[in-house]
C-alpha cells in the first residue's frame, strides 16, 4: 500500500469520526422518538455559524466554543421538541418529513438572510499545521477535532449508560408502555432526549467549522451525509453512527482514490441501497 | 480611491453633467445622446438565493452601482431586480413577470440552464436579452433572434487560457513538465473540462496532462482529491474551480505539502474572490488566473472601480461584477441609439452594437450573427498581497508575473 | 349533482384562463397544473397504497432523460420517445419497488431507499457525458409559435392545454381506479397490511402496481418538463429538491383524496408568487425572505390543518364525505 494512499486513509477515518459525532445526534433522536430529523444537516450548519460567530468575535477557538454550543443547542432542541415536534410524534411519517422540511427551509434561508451567501469558515492559528508520523502526514486540525469529537461520543455513551435519565431514556426507547407504567415522564424524557442529539450536532457543527467552510446549502448536503452513516451503523445504534462514520469515510477515500472522486458519493449511495435492502437495521443495529 | 477622483460633474448640471461625463468615458462624443424622456426598464435576473446565491449576489452588487453611471452617461436606466431562487420554475415565471411589469429588455441570469429557460421567454415575447454571465455555448446555437451574449463561451476561455500560461513561460523563462487537471463536475467545470480535453493537444502546449481528476464541489472536503493530484507528481496544477472550493483545494495542498510550481486557473471563479483571500492569507497569494477582467486604465473602469469601491468597501471588484455592468451598458447604449425604449428598436439596433470603450479588456462589443461577442479577451490575474492583479496582457499589467511561485513553507 | 356542477365550473374556468391570463400568468398556471399533475402520480403511490416515496424525481427525470435524449441524437417525435421514457421509469420503480417490498423494508427506511436511489442516479447522470452530465442536456428549442403535438414543440399555449389535458386525465383516471378492484386493495393495504393479506390479496403486487403506475405517470411529467423547459441538469431533474416539489401539493392538500394534490398546488404555486410580491410591495428586498415566509407558511399548514386543506374545506362548504366517492372509506 503507498504513503499516499495510507495517508488518505487515515483522513478519512478522523473526518469519518467528526461526521460521526454528527451522526450520533440522529441515530439517538430516531431511536427514542422515533423522529427522523430531516433538518439535521440544516442544523448543523446553524451550529457551524455560531461557531464562526464566536471564533470571529470573540476570537474564542471551535474546541474551546464546543460546550458552549453544544449546551445552547441542548436549549434549542428541548425547547423545538416541547414546542412543535412533541404534536407531530403520533402523526404519519410524511407529516413529519413535511415539518422537518419547513424547519430546513426556514434554517438555510433564515442563514442566507443573516450571514450573506458567502462561505464562513474559521480560521485557528493551526488551522495549516501537520504532524509527521513515520512516513504520514496527519493534519493536526483533524486530529484534535476527531480526538474531541470522540470524547465527546464516549461521554454520551456514558451518560446514557450510568445516569439515571440516561436509563430513563433507554427505558423509554426499548418499551414506551413499560416506561409509562412505571411513571416516568415521557414528554419531558423526548425533550431531553431530542436535545441531546441537537447537542451532538451543536457539538459536531462546533468542530466541522474548523474543516469546512459553511454557506447556506451545506446543510441539506450534511444531511443526506448523516443518513447514510446512520443507516449503515444501524438507526438507533450508537456505536454503529461511530463505525458507520469511519466506514463512511474510508469508503469515500477509496472511491476516490480509485475511481473518479467526484463519484465518491455515488459509492456511498450505493452502500446505503445494499444495506437497506440486505440488512436494513444496519451493521450493528438490534433484531427488532 | 480617493471619491474626489471621480471623474463626473455632479447631476446638479445635469446637461453639463451628461456631456462632461460622456466625453469623458469617450462614449457620447461625436453621437448626442438622444435623451429618451423615461429611463430604460432593465429587468435583471439572477440566482440570489439558493444554490448560487453567491454569484448572483455578486452580480448584483454590479448592477447597483451602474445605474447612476448611466444616468451620467446621459443614459438613463431602472432596474427591476428579480430572483430565479437558482430554480428554473421560477426563473421562467418571474422572466414572464417582469416582460408583464413593463421591462423592456431583460439581463441575466448567470446560470446556462437557467439563462436558456428566461431565453425562451424572451424570444416568444420579442424582447431582448443581453447575457452577463452564462459559458455553455448552446445557447448561442439556438438560432435564437433576441439572444445577445458578451461572456465568452467556454472553448474560447480555456483557448485564450492556455495561450496565456505559454506568454507566462515565455516571459519567466520557466516551464513545467507535466501538469494535473482538477476541475469542479459542475455545469461549468464540466464545460470548460469538455474545451481543454478537446482543444489541449491542438494548442502545442509544452507538456502534457498526465491526469484530469473531477471532484464534486459540494463534497465535504478535497483531501483524496488533492492526495491523488500530488501522486501524479505533476508540477503544474490547473484548475477549473466554482468558488470556495478553490479554498479546499489550497488549504489542502499546504496542509500535505503539495508544491507545484504554480496554481493557475484557465478561465475559473474562485481563486480572485473575497473569501479566498481572507480563509487563506499568505497562501492566497501567487495564485493565478486567466479570465476576462477589468481593464484598470480606462477612464469607465475607474469609474466604475470608484462607485463600487464607494458603495461595497468590503467587496472586491470581479469578474461578475464587470460582465453586470457591461450587460446594462449594453442595453443603455442600444436603447440611446435607437431612441427609444421600444423591445422591437432595441431588437433592430443591437446588433450593431459597436462599443469601443467599454470596462473590460478586450476589443469594442459588438455580435456576431447568432448574438456572440467575439471580442471578449482574457487576462492573467495573480493574486500580491490578499489583491487580484493585472499581469498580462502587458498594456493592462500592474504587476510583474512571479513564476514559479514559491513553496508554502517559503513565505514569511 | 352539486359536485358535478363544482367540478364543471372548476375545469371551465381553467379552460378559460388563458383568455383572461396574460403571458405571466399563464406561466404560473403551467407550473400549477404540472405540479396538481405529480402529486396526483405520487398521491397514488403514497395516498392510496400508503408507500412513503421522497425519491420521485427518479421517475420524472428517468422519463424526461430518456425521451430527450432519443430526440436530441436521432430527432425521434416525442409522441414516439414518451413510450420509451415511461418504460424505463416503470421497469426502475419496478426494481426499487421489488427490492423494497421483497425484503421487507418498510416505512422511514423505505423512504430513504428511494431517496437513495434517486441520489444514486442523479451521480450518474452527472458522468454519463453523451447526455451531457453536469453540463446539461439541451433540446433545440426551434419554433415557438406553430403546434406540434408529435414533437412536443410550440407555443406556451399549447404547453397549458397539455399539461391542464395531463392534470384532468390523472384525476379521472385515479378516480375511476378508487372505484376498481386494485383501488379497493390498496386502500385495504394502507388501512392494514396484515388484514389485507388475511383477506387473500396480493400485498406485494398492489404495491408493486401502486409504484410502477405511479412511476410511469411521473416519467410522463418529466417529459413534459424537459420539452417545456428544453434543458436538462442531473440535479433539476433528480435533485432531493424536485421530490419535495412534488410531494408538497398533495400533502398540503390533503393526502389520498382526488382533489387535495389539485388544490394544494392551486394554494402553493400562487403563494409563492404572492409571497414575492407581498415582500417586494412592502419594500423588502432581502434575498430568502421568499422562502423563509414560505417556509413558514408550510410550518402552518402543516401544524393546523394536518389532514390537509381539502378536507377542512369540503367541511366547510358541506360537502358530505359519506357520498364523496373519492376517499373510498
Known amino acids: 500500500m503507498s504513503i499516499d494512499l495510507a495517508n488518505q486513509i487515515v483522513t478519512g477515518i478522523l473526518t469519518g469520526l467528526v461526521y460521526s459525532l454528527m451522526a450520533l445526534g440522529l441515530s439517538v433522536i430516531f431511536g427514542v422518538v422515533r423522529v427522523v430529523n430531516f433538518a439535521h444537516g440544516e442544523m448543523t450548519a446553524l451550529a457551524m455559524y455560531a461557531a464562526w460567530a464566536?471564533?470571529?468575535?470573540?476570537?474564542?477557538?471551535?474546541?474551546?466554543?464546543?460546550?458552549?454550543?453544544?449546551?445552547?443547542?441542548?436549549?434549542?432542541?428541548?425547547?423545538?421538541?416541547?414546542?412543535?415536534?412533541?404534536?407531530?410524534?403520533?402523526?404519519?411519517e410524511h407529516m413529519q418529513f413535511i415539518l422537518l422540511v419547513s424547519l430546513a427551509i426556514i434554517m438555510v434561508n433564515g442563514s442566507l438572510l443573516a450571514f450573506g451567501p458567502d462561505a464562513h469558515g474559521v480560521q485557528v492559528s493551526y488551522g495549516f499545521d501537520t504532524y509527521e508520523m513515520g512516513p504520514l502526514l496527519v493534519d493536526k486540525v483533524r486530529l484534535l477535532a476527531a480526538a474531541a469529537s470522540l470524547a465527546f461520543s464516549l461521554a454520551l455513551m456514558v451518560f446514557f449508560r450510568r445516569s439515571k435519565t440516561g436509563k430513563a431514556i433507554r427505558a423509554c426507547a426499548d418499551n414506551l408502555v413499560g416506561a409509562r407504567v412505571i411513571g416516568l415522564d415521557v414528554r419531558r424524557l423526548y425533550a431531553v432526549t431530542f436535545g441531546i442529539g441537537t447537542a451532538c450536532v451543536g457539538?459536531?457543527?462546533?468542530?466541522?467549522?474548523?474543516?469546512?467552510?459553511?454557506?447556506?446549502?451545506?446543510?441539506?448536503?450534511?444531511t443526506l451525509l448523516a443518513f447514510i452513516i446512520v443507516i449503515v451503523g444501524g438507526l438507533g445504534s450508537m456505536t454503529g453512527a461511530l463505525l458507520g462514520g469511519v466506514l463512511i469515510g474510508v469508503s469515500?477515500?477509496?472511491?476516490?482514490?480509485?475511481?473518479?472522486?467526484?463519484?465518491?458519493?455515488?459509492?456511498?449511495f450505493a452502500i446505503l441501497i445494499v444495506v437497506l435492502v440486505a440488512r436494513p437495521q444496519g451493521l450493528l443495529g438490534g433484531r427488532k | 480611491m480617493p471619491v474626489s477622483r471621480f471623474p463626473f460633474v455632479s447631476r446638479r448640471d445635469f446637461l453639463a453633467g451628461t456631456a462632461a461625463g460622456a466625453a469623458a468615458l469617450g462614449v457620447g462624443g461625436s453621437l448626442r445622446p438622444a435623451r429618451a424622456a423615461q429611463p430604460l426598464k432593465v429587468g435583471l435576473l439572477l440566482p440570489l438565493s439558493g444554490s448560487l446565491a453567491r454569484?448572483?449576489?455578486?452580480?448584483?452588487?454590479?448592477?447597483?452601482?451602474?445605474?447612476?453611471?448611466?444616468?451620467?452617461?446621459?443614459?438613463?436606466?431602472?432596474?427591476?431586480?428579480?430572483?430565479?431562487?437558482?430554480?428554473?420554475?421560477?426563473?421562467?415565471?418571474?422572466?414572464?413577470?417582469?416582460i408583464a411589469d413593463g421591462a423592456e429588455v431583460l439581463i441575466?441570469?448567470?446560470?446556462?440552464?437557467?439563462?436558456?429557460?428566461?431565453?425562451?421567454?424572451?424570444?416568444?415575447?420579442?424582447?431582448?436579452?443581453?447575457?452577463?454571465?452564462?459559458?455553455?455555448?448552446?445557447?448561442?446555437?439556438?438560432?435564437?433572434?433576441?439572444?445577445?451574449?458578451?461572456?465568452?463561451?467556454?472553448?474560447?476561455?480555456?483557448?485564450?487560457?492556455?495561450?496565456?500560461?505559454?506568454?507566462?513561460?515565455?516571459?519567466?523563462?520557466?516551464t513545467p513538465s507535466k501538469a494535473v487537471f482538477m476541475h469542479n463536475n459542475d455545469t461549468f467545470g464540466t464545460a470548460m473540462a469538455g474545451a481543454v480535453g478537446k482543444l489541449f493537444p491542438t494548442l502545442e502546449m509544452p507538456f502534457p496532462i498526465v491526469e484530469t481528476i473531477s471532484y464534486d464541489g459540494a463534497a465535504r472536503d478535497l483531501a483524496v482529491e488533492v492526495g491523488k493530484a500530488k501522486a501524479t507528481g505533476a508540477d503544474l496544477l490547473i484548475l477549473v474551480a466554482h468558488g470556495e472550493d478553490s479554498i479546499k483545494v489550497i488549504r489542502e495542498m499546504v496542509?500535505?505539502?503539495?508544491?507545484?510550481?504554480?496554481?493557475?486557473?484557465?478561465?475559473?471563479?474562485?481563486?480572485?474572490?473575497?473569501?479566498?483571500?481572507?480563509?487563506?492569507?499568505?497562501?492566497?497569494?501567487?495564485?493565478?488566473?486567466?479570465?476576462?477582467?477589468?481593464?484598470?486604465?480606462?477612464?469607465?473602469?475607474?469609474?466604475?472601480?470608484?462607485?463600487?469601491?464607494?458603495?461595497?468597501?468590503?467587496?472586491?471588484?470581479?469578474?461578475?461584477?464587470?460582465?453586470t455592468f457591461e450587460a446594462i451598458l449594453i442595453a443603455a447604449d442600444a436603447a440611446r441609439r435607437a431612441g427609444s425604449t421600444n423591445p422591437k428598436a432595441l431588437l433592430d439596433v443591437l446588433p450593431t452594437t459597436n462599443i469601443a470603450d467599454h470596462v473590460m479588456i478586450g476589443g469594442p462589443i459588438v455580435f456576431d450573427a447568432k448574438g456572440q461577442n467575439t471580442n471578449t479577451r482574457s487576462a492573467t490575474i495573480q493574486n500580491f498581497g490578499g489583491r487580484p492583479k493585472v499581469v498580462f496582457p502587458a498594456e493592462a499589467a500592474e504587476a510583474r508575473v512571479v513564476f514559479p511561485a514559491p513553496g508554502w513553507q517559503q513565505r514569511g | 349533482m352539486r359536485r358535478r356542477i363544482a367540478l364543471l365550473a372548476l375545469l371551465s374556468a381553467f379552460v378559460l384562463a388563458p383568455l383572461a391570463a396574460g403571458p405571466y400568468l399563464l406561466s404560473v398556471l403551467v407550473v400549477v397544473m404540472y405540479m396538481a399533475y405529480l402529486g396526483q402520480a405520487w398521491n397514488i403511490m403514497m395516498g392510496f397504497a400508503g408507500q412513503l416515496s421522497l425519491g420521485h424525481s427518479l421517475y420524472g427525470g428517468l422519463g424526461a432523460y430518456v425521451t430527450a435524449a432519443l430526440f436530441v441524437n436521432w430527432g425521434v417525435p416525442a409522441v414516439l420517445g414518451l413510450p420509451a421514457g415511461i418504460a424505463v421509469a416503470v421497469a426502475a420503480g419496478a426494481v426499487v419497488g421489488a427490492l423494497g417490498f421483497r425484503f421487507g423494508v418498510k416505512g422511514v427506511y423505505f423512504a430513504l431507499l428511494t431517496i437513495a436511489f434517486a441520489e444514486f442516479t442523479r451521480v450518474l447522470f452527472e458522468h454519463i457525458p453523451s447526455l451531457g452530465g453536469t453540463g446539461g442536456l439541451f433540446l433545440p428549442v426551434g419554433s415557438r409559435d406553430g403546434v406540434d403535438l408529435l414533437r412536443l414543440r410550440g407555443h406556451p399555449l399549447m404547453f397549458y392545454y397539455l399539461i391542464l389535458a395531463m392534470a384532468v386525465g390523472a384525476f379521472l383516471l385515479c378516480r375511476r381506479l378508487l372505484a376498481c378492484r386494485i383501488g379497493y386493495q390498496w386502500l385495504a393495504v394502507r388501512e392494514d397490511q396484515e388484514a389485507a393479506q388475511a383477506?387473500?390479496?396480493?400485498?406485494?403486487?398492489?404495491?408493486?402496481?401502486?409504484?410502477?403506475?405511479?412511476?410511469?405517470?411521473?416519467?410522463?411529467?418529466?417529459?413534459?418538463?424537459?420539452?417545456?423547459?428544453?434543458?436538462?441538469?442531473?440535479?433539476?431533474?433528480?435533485?432531493?429538491?424536485?421530490?419535495?416539489?412534488?410531494?408538497?401539493a398533495p400533502i398540503v392538500g390533503g393526502l389520498g383524496t382526488l382533489f387535495g394534490p389539485i388544490l394544494g398546488a392551486l394554494i402553493l404555486t400562487p403563494l409563492g408568487e404572492l409571497i414575492t410580491w407581498g415582500t417586494e410591495a412592502l419594500g423588502f428586498k432581502a434575498a430568502g425572505l421568499k422562502q423563509l415566509c414560505y417556509g413558514l407558511s408550510l410550518l402552518a399548514i402543516v401544524k393546523f390543518l394536518p389532514d390537509g386543506v381539502w378536507p377542512w374545506l369540503r367541511r366547510r362548504i358541506g360537502f358530505d364525505p359519506a357520498d364523496d366517492e373519492e376517499e373510498g372509506t
Open chain 1, 252 to 268: 469515500e477515500v477509496l472511491a476516490g482514490y480509485f475511481l473518479m472522486p467526484s463519484m465518491k458519493s455515488m459509492f456511498s
Open chain 1, 203 to 222: 457539538a459536531a457543527g462546533a468542530l466541522l467549522s474548523m474543516l469546512i467552510d459553511v454557506m447556506p446549502p451545506t446543510g441539506p448536503e450534511l
Open chain 2, 55 to 98: 454569484e448572483g449576489q455578486s452580480c448584483k452588487r454590479g448592477a447597483d452601482v451602474t445605474p447612476a453611471l448611466m444616468a451620467d452617461l446621459g443614459m438613463p436606466v431602472q432596474l427591476m431586480i428579480a430572483d430565479t431562487e437558482t430554480n428554473l420554475d421560477t426563473a421562467r415565471t418571474r422572466a414572464e413577470k417582469l
Open chain 3, 199 to 248: 383477506l387473500g390479496i396480493n400485498v406485494f403486487r398492489a404495491k408493486l402496481a401502486a409504484v410502477m403506475l405511479s412511476a410511469g405517470l411521473t416519467a410522463a411529467g418529466g417529459v413534459f418538463f424537459a420539452f417545456y423547459y428544453n434543458t436538462l441538469f442531473p440535479t433539476q431533474a433528480f435533485g432531493m429538491g424536485r421530490s419535495i416539489d412534488i410531494i408538497l
Open chain 1, 54 to 92: 464566536l471564533a470571529t468575535w470573540l476570537d474564542l477557538d471551535p474546541l474551546l466554543g464546543m460546550p458552549l454550543i453544544a449546551l445552547v443547542m441542548f436549549g434549542c432542541g428541548y425547547l423545538l421538541q416541547r414546542g412543535l415536534i412533541d404534536s407531530f410524534i403520533a402523526k404519519p
Open chain 2, 255 to 323: 496542509k500535505q505539502r503539495f508544491e507545484p510550481k504554480a496554481v493557475v486557473s484557465p478561465g475559473s471563479p474562485g481563486m480572485y474572490e473575497v473569501q479566498f483571500y481572507k480563509t487563506l492569507g499568505k497562501y492566497a497569494d501567487y495564485s493565478l488566473t486567466n479570465l476576462p477582467w477589468i481593464n484598470p486604465h480606462t477612464k469607465m473602469s475607474q469609474a466604475l472601480l470608484t462607485a463600487f469601491g464607494k458603495a461595497y468597501p468590503d467587496a472586491l471588484f470581479e469578474m461578475n461584477v464587470g460582465f
Open chain 2, 108 to 174: 441575466g441570469a448567470f446560470e446556462s440552464a437557467q439563462t436558456l429557460a428566461v431565453a425562451q421567454v424572451c424570444e416568444q415575447r420579442g424582447v431582448p436579452l443581453v447575457i452577463n454571465i452564462a459559458a455553455a455555448p448552446n445557447i448561442t446555437e439556438q438560432g435564437f433572434k433576441t439572444v445577445f451574449r458578451n461572456f465568452p463561451t467556454a472553448p474560447r476561455l480555456v483557448t485564450e487560457g492556455l495561450a496565456l500560461m505559454k506568454e507566462m513561460f515565455k516571459t519567466s523563462g520557466t
